[in-house]
């Protein structure tokens, strides 16, 4: 574990104590947890999460469809 001496501003203070209080959390450090947690599965791009890639090799394993160009692929789609 990394231990870190932060400076936050008030309003992030009152939210950090907020999220400890609604999940009953023990200190600020596991609300921090949680939150960067949340950002992680919300907010990073896809790719970097393990589920991603397991979905994109289900993907590239289905049949694949020709459409030659992107004229066919307009036509096939009726764009």
Do not use: F, H
Request: glycine fraction near 2%; avoid cysteine; charge should be positive.
């Amino acid at each position: 574990m990394v231990q870190a001496i932060i400076s936050i501003d008030n309003r992030t203070n009152q939210v950090l104590n907020i999220v400890k209080a609604k999940y009953g959390l023990k200190d600020k450090s596991a609300a921090i947890n949680l939150v960067v947690t949340k950002y992680e599965e919300d907010l990073l791009e896809p790719e970097l999460r393990p589920e991603y890639i397991k979905k994109a090799k289900l993907i590239m394993k289905n049949k694949k469809i020709p459409v030659g160009n992107v004229e066919n692929l307009r036509k096939r789609l009726k764009l």
